[in-house]
């Protein structure tokens, strides 16, 4: 059973993650994990934060000549603004983040106990792990990306573009938006927010492809790959609402127009035209590409903040200011790629099993086979 | 840590479940079980088995003199139509079901070892858990309702009602939508599906009242209040996306727009006076009632039945066509209340532990106090 | 994951097993099942029950046509002496049981709300989930047995028995003792036990031979082979020590008469020509056949009770007296051997994968041919 | 649920844990945690490892101004010897290690792969770990101590002693054994270990005192304090069997002679004149200190080693000479204390719930007196 746990605050020393359960002999490279981190940095309308972070992961077990032995994989990231404790007490919880109910939980009058745990700043960590599951993922010939569909209102026209055409448009664009048109209009949104103090959300897609079929089970209510996957996608900060293909459009639609009609051909094996239901019937893949998305709430620290309290005194007052971003959907689409990627990789090893990458791979080769010639 | 499983297909002997880590010291009465039962059944639309089945709930452990003594409770609902072993083979699996995934999975040509897991009637052992788990949250003054917000595209406009007002107006519903025009145009619209041998889904709203602040955490991934809801109500057959307040929306407008601003009166404490949140933020409950949504796809079993292949002989034909019900959108979300009362039942336990009722009431009343004294 | 959940009173309507996560295609035969509950009755000092009850299993979910399908197992187990709303309260509790710490714990002056949950009873579903484990390992050439070394205070002598000798010995054994001398002593220790209305306790061996090394990881502390196995063993009633292999003279001898020296032959692989690590090395096995001791303490229920208090007026009294075995680690040892196999069945399926028999068997003959070429 | 990973080799950068699930407003002294690490690096009969190792905690995360605020507690402790990636290759497993089972289930030719994490090096996260927990069981006055009763067949004679009399005398011990004359003999039996490049084992017992009636459940067989408690300490490198209370000679006598009679005493409630159960009746705690032990087989590391066999060439040789300890009961004393330390802190925590120190403490603080008010 691949798992993992992350560790470390905002402004803490640094964060930590233990990843656990991963065959041996996959070749890990410090620099992917890198290029991963750097993916979460990016994208336009990111704060004054991302600018003095760049973050870089620190192995620190696990590999063995720069690949895993089967031992625990650690892995930390240094904060550059290590000041927790010196940073002042805050008072005025901020409207949609953790400070209030956080400080109501842990019964604490100073919300910076909680604001440094609940900052997305914790999803670096989940990031360096999903690299990891990546590398392994990419063994297997599975291959994760995201893009931006929807930042502040303004939608991206993606519906026509194959998902190589998406993967070469947002190469070049500086909100992973495949719609170039829809991308200026975002900036200026963006610019627009930043001149209120306001904030923007969206919407990021997530595309797995090259997913066996059959990962998943539909045998038990929490081994569902839907389950799974929306569970990790809606644990990631300030996501509101998660849908898989067009399950939006699904409630809407009739039965004859939604569902993927089956198809065979000799050769390729079973296939469908359509993916409607995202590459999952079931609780399981059905082979085709993964799709799901994630809502993005607009950033809860705002520039013109919002009414909030003195949770010392109960007066009347601002919200806090932290240092912010104003749009964080791009890298929140990076994020969601390192949790599909770990839940994929946890589902191929639990179906495939194996302790050695060349086990696992057996294993997966012998089911190819068999589906081939099912 | 309170936990579950089921077991049973849709033509075995029964389903069963065990629900583990329940206090001590709950009445439980088999008529609030078997009601929810019934409502499960319910709704306009539905197909011939409804009809057939009556489900009735048979306690099999964990009870002593009508209450919980710690034990697991185990929970059996025969199955009217037990011949498993007597249906014929099936060779042609629907689009939008298990079938194809499940076969290639489990490696068997016959579709029928797949589906009658898969099929939805599992769900009646999981309301019969939440059944449980409601009296729990009865306890604390948690209330738990769902009702019907979209069928086929049909809106219902909920959104100027409050709580209450939604409850008077379910309460009379065949769909339990609360806005009575729309249900009119449900009822049309679930009509033409059926001359049409198509199918519909559709839209649930699950509310829960009185839920304490402070129940999930930020701490770690996977103990996200909202992860976990997501999680559970995904995994439930048919659902496509999940939406927490008004999730969907807060990726289009402004943090200014969205974020629910606080306020304090004496004696009431902290309060909101919107709930875009949907009751959750960082992961946890604020104290505003709990608000989540279910996007349900059209059924997948249809008169009309759309292309598939014969897993056999791979020659194309028609997806097979069992006792199927024409939109269950309704029952989903009574489904999706019991999951949400399981989930907030193990939160609960979680937070305030204790092995007696009287203990987790105790605990439970020191925090309360707690919170109104921060 | 395999995994499961029992339930059910000792008194109650039935005990209850939900085994989760069985690979499909394997057969089941209630026959199998049925012999393993009446294995599980028998050995000479059982109480009066154990002529009442005539376990039987009835399978109720995960099977079609005598085949695993991939869905959860359900199995049902009657009790004859369904009366546990009419026994009357107990308030004496029984040094040595639950009685007393379950009291305080679930905050009940009736004993009989614990009692009857922490009874060996449930160990009938225990056993009845155990044997469907044997019927998955069984195809793996893995085979469980276990024999009876001590029984108050006599003990046998089995050292120098092979494996087959001891299969062969207990066959006809009425203790499932290899020593045919040392039985006959053991029965007559328990003879004089029940005059004095005393009891005995023993120690129980499970050998499982044909385990592919391998099985389980020292990588985590909660992976590693023998900690699951001593967890399991440890968590059958009275069951106050476990040892594997000679760990207990482990601690007495030294090193170079300890360790059992790794030697390798052409066609055979590597091999040991002494087992005292009882075939698990660094939380791992290590091919050779896994041996694992139960201590039993001596049956708590006694017909010359201990002092005890009432629970309602702390007034000093006797302990009291349900009906009850003298002796009963024969049955403990078929227990043990039920708990072994669902470990060892839950690691198969995590280092092999797979969802069908057919699946899993040819990872597991990949893994075996790379050990036999390493 | 307080949970925790372990990470690190033992010539790697460092080790990791992370622990998750801690209540906040705990007071975590760093001195604390490096006094747990210097206890276990102590002892007659340890390797030249222990003289180049002082380990010392670095906290990554978790603390803020030197209490926890209820986010993951992260630990780091540096490796004075990082050589992993320059260390040559083992081809010669040491029989009684993880080499040879870990390299044919890890697929490597290199043993380093495996002994690496294998290492009993792993325990320093562990205490580290267990150091945290020890602080938290202290605020609810509970106490944990080990000391060693057997090395190498030398036994101390302690049964007369009183826990204050064992903690006094282990005090100024060199082994922690509270019987001088024997430790005099196990430090002379070391000594001749040495001389003959042989290694000895031996048995310690941890007590843990002040631990609350009910913790742990007979409910689920894994919720069992004892099958916990037996999990943990088998799960010690080098440990092969575990004993709860006189759980071996319990086997071995009678009824009326092992179990342990119940009295009353207003004002002081409940008590037992013996503790034969070790603390632990139904898988449950009773109120009386829990004593349970670990037998430690000999070191398998040894100066005059055995015969093993070169897994590249297959052809006969010595094993592998690691630096190595002699004997290191003492140690394993401590980490057993951890262990132990953990397994009661999760308990607590799931009984008594709680966010805060402060509310757990109301918790058990109502608990205590409900049990007082029996």
Same mark, same amino acid.
């Given at each position: 059973?691949?798992? *993992?746990?992350?560790?470390?605050?905002?402004?803490g020393? !640094?964060?930590?993650?233990?990843l656990?359960?991963?065959?041996?002999?996959?070749?890990i490279?410090?620099?992917? $994990?890198?290029?991963?981190?750097?993916?979460?940095?990016?994208g *336009?309308?990111?704060?004054?934060?991302?600018?003095i972070?760049?973050?870089k992961?620190?192995?620190?077990?696990?590999l063995?000549?720069?690949?895993?032995i089967?031992s625990?994989?650690?892995v930390?990231?240094?904060?550059?603004?290590?000041?927790?404790?010196?940073?002042?007490?805050?008072?005025?919880?901020?409207?949609?983040?953790?400070?209030?109910?956080?400080?109501?939980? *842990?019964?604490t @009058?100073?919300?910076?106990d909680?604001?440094?745990?609940?900052?997305?700043?914790?999803?670096?960590?989940r990031?360096?792990?999903?690299a990891? !599951?990546?590398?392994?993922?990419?063994e297997?010939?599975?291959?994760?990306?995201?893009?931006?569909?929807?930042?502040?209102?303004?939608?991206?026209?993606?519906?026509?573009l194959?998902?190589?055409e998406?993967?070469?448009n947002?190469?070049?664009?500086s909100?992973r !938006?495949?719609?170039?048109?829809?991308?200026?209009l975002?900036?200026?949104?963006?610019?627009?927010?930043?001149?209120?103090?306001?904030?923007a959300?969206?919407?990021?897609?997530?595309?797995?492809?090259?997913?066996?079929?059959?990962?998943?089970?539909?045998?038990?209510?929490?081994?569902?790959?839907d389950?799974?996957l929306?569970?990790?996608?809606?644990?990631?900060?300030?996501?509101?609402?998660?849908? $898989?293909?067009?399950g939006?459009e699904?409630?809407?639609?009739?039965?004859?127009r939604?569902?993927?009609?089956?198809? *065979?051909k000799?050769?390729?094996g079973?296939?469908?035209?359509?993916?409607?239901?995202g590459?999952?019937e079931?609780?399981?893949?059905n082979?085709?590409?993964i799709?799901?998305?994630?809502f993005?709430?607009? $950033?809860a620290?705002?520039?013109a903040?919002?009414?909030?309290?003195?949770i @010392?005194t109960? @007066?009347?007052?601002?919200?806090?200011?932290?240092?912010r971003?104003?749009c964080?959907?791009?890298?929140?689409?990076?994020?969601?790629?390192?949790?599909?990627?770990f839940?994929?990789?946890?589902?191929?090893?639990?179906?495939?099993g194996?302790?050695?990458l060349?086990?696992?791979?057996?294993?997966?080769?012998?089911?190819v086979?068999?589906?081939?010639?099912?």
């Open positions: 059973m691949l798992r *993992y746990l992350t560790a470390g605050e905002s402004h020393k !640094c964060l930590v993650a233990i656990e359960g991963m065959v041996s002999g996959l070749k490279d410090k620099k992917i $994990i890198d290029n991963e981190l750097s993916r979460r940095q990016q *336009y309308g990111r704060g004054g934060r991302m600018k972070e760049k973050d992961v620190d192995i620190l077990s696990g063995r000549k720069g690949a895993t089967g625990p994989i650690s930390l990231i240094e904060n550059k603004d290590f000041s927790i404790d010196r940073l002042p007490a805050v008072v005025n919880p901020r409207p949609g983040h953790a400070d209030l109910a956080g400080a109501l939980k *842990y019964n @009058k100073d919300v910076r909680i604001l440094e745990r609940a900052s997305a700043r914790e999803t670096a960590a990031v360096a792990v999903g990891i !599951c990546k590398s392994l993922l990419d297997f010939g599975i291959e994760i990306l995201s893009h931006v569909m929807m930042i502040g209102g303004i939608e991206a026209h993606t519906r026509d194959s998902i190589s998406i993967k070469r947002i190469a070049k664009a909100l !938006c495949a719609d170039p048109d829809a991308e200026k975002m900036i200026k949104r963006i610019d627009s927010m930043i001149s209120k103090g306001d904030s959300g969206g919407i990021f897609e997530v595309i797995a492809t090259g997913v066996p079929a059959g990962l998943g089970s539909y045998a038990q209510y929490d081994k569902k790959l389950a799974n929306a569970g990790g996608l809606m644990s990631i900060q300030a996501i509101k609402a998660v849908e $898989i293909g067009q939006i699904g409630a809407r639609v009739s039965g004859l939604f569902h993927d009609a089956i198809y *065979y000799k050769g390729q079973f296939y469908r035209k359509t993916n409607n239901a590459g999952i079931g609780g399981m893949s082979g085709e590409p799709v799901i998305r994630g993005m709430k607009p $950033i620290t705002l520039g903040p919002l009414d909030s309290v003195n @010392k109960k @007066k009347a007052l601002r919200a806090a200011v932290e240092r971003d104003v964080a959907v791009p890298a929140a689409g990076v994020v969601g790629e390192a949790v599909v990627a839940e994929l990789a946890k589902q191929m090893l639990l179906k495939f194996g302790d050695s060349g086990e696992t791979k057996r294993n997966f080769e012998g089911y086979k068999q589906v081939k010639n099912f």
